[in-house]
């Protein structure tokens, strides 16, 4: 997988939508999203996924909804639904796609615990999974993969337990943004490459899968399926 990302000016340019209204206001967003893009391969590597799928598509744990930003920037036009259960990231995904003149986007308050939305399209699961123990993992795959149609497109973005260096300093640097409290959930679960092949291969989806982890150090990896 190319390890490119976002050049600078891209970067900054989706970074402007997350500008407090005021001068004295918190940037936080903004800065995090213009490092964000310009250090994660992760967009470039979800967009070429995605490229001539024009089905809906449900972004799983969407967070400040930078997916529906790059999609657009990119000129991808299917219509666009992040759901996530933060409120404030929500207000400002909401706030920020507005700025920027996004159209067919909207964003939506869910808690994945109580079940999936109602959705037909293709679906987006990045950096969603580790954080679920094995079991609640196979029950949301099995739940994203019945809403994809003939030609609809699963992509998953996860670190893979697998023994490497790169898994164990995953691990480590996971471990420690939840006990400083930069993530709130600690991951539960690095699932394995050959059994999330076998569940996706098991319900009659292509799949392919590559690293994205880049100039990172961290174990990341893309999986694409598609419902034949």
Not at 119 to 138: C, E, I, K, W
Request: aromatic share 6%.
């Amino acid at each position: 997988m190319n390890p490119r990302v976002l050049d600078t000016a891209q970067a900054r340019a989706i970074a402007r939508a997350f500008l407090p209204q005021t001068r004295l206001g918190n940037r936080r967003n903004y800065f995090y999203t213009r490092g964000k893009l310009a250090s994660d391969p992760l967009y470039p590597g979800v967009l070429d996924a995605l490229r001539g799928d024009l089905h809906p598509l449900l972004d799983l744990g969407c967070g400040l909804g930078l997916l529906a930003h790059t999609l657009r920037g990119d000129n991808q036009q299917q219509p666009y639904h992040g759901v996530d259960i933060d409120p404030g990231k929500l207000e400002s995904a909401t706030r920020a796609s507005r700025r920027a003149g996004l159209h067919g986007v909207a964003f939506t308050a869910h808690d994945l615990a109580a079940g999936l939305p109602e959705h037909r399209g293709s679906v987006a699961l990045l950096d969603v999974l580790h954080y679920l123990p094995a079991q609640a993992q196979r029950q949301l795959l099995a739940g994203v993969m019945a809403m994809l149609p003939a030609g609809g497109r699963l992509v998953i973005r996860t670190p893979l337990a697998d023994r490497s260096a790169r898994d164990r300093t995953t691990r480590l640097t996971d471990l420690l943004a939840h006990l400083v409290g930069w993530m709130g959930p600690q991951p539960r679960h690095y699932p394995r490459a050959a059994e999330l092949r076998e569940q996706l291969h098991g319900a009659g989806l292509s799949t392919g899968l590559a690293p994205l982890y880049g100039n990172t150090p961290f174990n990341n990896w893309l999986i694409v399926a598609q419902r034949r």
